[in-house]
């Protein structure tokens, strides 16, 4: 009697652990992690992410801003949480591939601490002044920074913001004040008010106030002209060459997440990004799908990672 109380005793337990072992993900709520405040380019896309995957999955998700340090902070609210999947990194080149060249000390290794799932999008930069700001294009620009004896200010909202920037600068061949920004609506916010010259913002961030007119385009970092401003020139075009830079949404979870979960949370999140709906919301924004996989997310990361070593030392950014 007690052997058979023993054996059902132990069926009853494999079967208990079987079923726990066999946990559908996701079976409660996910947790998205944005490492700037809201109305920036990276909060507006990860909010459709979010309504994605509820539709499709039927999980609660919630957008965490969590703004600071560059993203740094975002990065490591997520390494504190546990690798299963529930605490998700919607980030960009910030914390993945710039900050390694932009801090003397890092307090997390993007390449070995995060997993890529899927990228998301691409984004360039665009130089965005006051209507009655006294240049009309890029050389006027250059040309009035070289007659000042006070150099004009940039704000930026993130590191591809300030890189962009500095490269352009370094570039240009000029002498410019950086005042820094903890997410882009603020530095755009001080524009408006004359407290600063210029900010290099990402066209989503930037679009209604330029669709009002309060502020003006004069080129874009892309290395093409945006299919919804045609007029606006690339900074090429506009006579200075070597400046190009793009920023990069995607997502990663913590190393250690199970590889079904990865697999399966970058289905949901390329089914999102290949989605015509979403190809015309970025398009819309001036930015582009990025539909990688993790193994092309890491090669794209390590590549550009080598590209912000060469911004930072062709612009002689020094490190914080």
Same mark, same amino acid.
């Given at each position: 009697?007690?052997?058979?109380? *023993?054996?059902? /005793?132990?069926?009853? @337990?494999?079967?208990?652990?079987?079923?726990?072992?066999?946990?559908?993900?996701?079976?409660?709520?996910? !947790?998205?992690? $944005?490492?700037?405040?809201? &109305?920036?380019?990276?909060?507006?896309?990860?909010?459709?992410? *979010?309504?994605?995957?509820?539709?499709? %999955?039927?999980?609660?998700?919630?957008?965490?801003?969590?703004?600071?340090?560059?993203?740094?902070?975002?990065?490591?609210?997520?390494?504190?949480?546990?690798?299963? &999947?529930? %605490?998700?990194?919607?980030?960009?080149?910030?914390?993945?591939?710039?900050?390694?060249?932009?801090?003397?000390? /890092?307090?997390?290794?993007?390449a070995?601490?995060? *997993?890529?799932?899927?990228?998301?999008?691409?984004?360039?930069m665009?130089?965005?002044?006051?209507?009655?700001?006294?240049?009309?294009? $890029?050389?006027?620009?250059?040309?009035?920074?070289?007659?000042?004896?006070?150099?004009?200010?940039?704000?930026?909202?993130n590191?591809?913001?300030?890189? @962009?920037?500095?490269?352009? =600068?370094?570039?240009? &061949?000029?002498?410019?004040?950086?005042?820094?920004?903890?997410?882009?609506?603020?530095?755009?916010?001080?524009?408006? @008010?004359?407290?600063?010259?210029?900010?290099?913002?990402?066209?989503?961030?930037?679009?209604?106030?330029? #669709?009002? &007119?309060?502020?003006?385009?004069?080129? $874009?970092?892309s290395?093409? =002209?945006?299919?919804?401003?045609?007029?606006?020139?690339?900074?090429? #075009?506009a006579?200075?060459?070597?400046?190009?830079?793009?920023?990069?949404?995607?997502?990663?979870? =913590?190393?250690?997440?199970?590889?079904?979960?990865?697999?399966k949370?970058?289905?949901?999140?390329?089914?999102?990004?290949? !989605?015509?709906?979403?190809?015309g919301?970025?398009?819309? $924004?001036?930015?582009?799908?990025?539909?990688?996989?993790?193994?092309?997310?890491?090669?794209?990361?390590?590549?550009?990672?080598? =590209?912000?070593?060469?911004?930072?030392?062709?612009?002689?950014?020094?490190?914080?």
């Amino acid at each position: 009697m007690r052997l058979r109380v *023993a054996i059902v /005793m132990w069926l009853i @337990a494999v079967l208990i652990g079987t079923s726990a072992s066999a946990e559908v993900y996701p079976s409660r709520r996910i !947790n998205l992690i $944005v490492p700037f405040p809201a &109305g920036s380019a990276t909060d507006a896309v990860t909010r459709r992410l *979010a309504e994605s995957i509820r539709t499709e %999955t039927g999980a609660t998700v919630l957008v965490e801003n969590k703004p600071g340090a560059d993203g740094n902070l975002a990065a490591l609210a997520v390494l504190k949480a546990d690798a299963d &999947g529930y %605490t998700v990194f919607v980030t960009t080149n910030s914390t993945q591939s710039a900050n390694v060249s932009l801090f003397n000390t /890092m307090p997390y290794n993007p390449a070995t601490d995060f *997993a890529p799932v899927a990228g998301i999008m691409t984004i360039p930069m665009m130089l965005v002044v006051k209507p009655e700001f006294p240049a009309k294009t $890029v050389a006027e620009f250059i040309a009035l920074a070289k007659s000042r004896q006070k150099p004009l200010s940039f704000g930026s909202g993130n590191t591809s913001s300030r890189g @962009a920037a500095e490269l352009f =600068r370094a570039r240009a &061949g000029i002498e410019m004040q950086h005042v820094p920004y903890r997410g882009m609506p603020q530095a755009l916010t001080d524009v408006l @008010a004359g407290e600063i010259d210029c900010v290099f913002a990402d066209p989503a961030s930037a679009q209604g106030l330029i #669709q009002d &007119g309060r502020l003006r385009i004069l080129a $874009v970092t892309s290395s093409e =002209r945006l299919a919804g401003m045609p007029d606006i020139p690339t900074l090429a #075009q506009a006579g200075l060459s070597g400046a190009e830079l793009a920023a990069w949404v995607g997502v990663f979870v =913590r190393t250690g997440t199970p590889s079904d979960i990865i697999a399966k949370l970058s289905q949901t999140v390329l089914a999102f990004v290949n !989605n015509k709906e979403t190809a015309g919301y970025l398009q819309s $924004v001036g930015a582009k799908p990025f539909p990688a996989g993790p193994d092309a997310l890491q090669a794209f990361e390590e590549a550009d990672t080598r =590209r912000w070593a060469e911004i930072v030392a062709i612009a002689k950014i020094e490190k914080k």
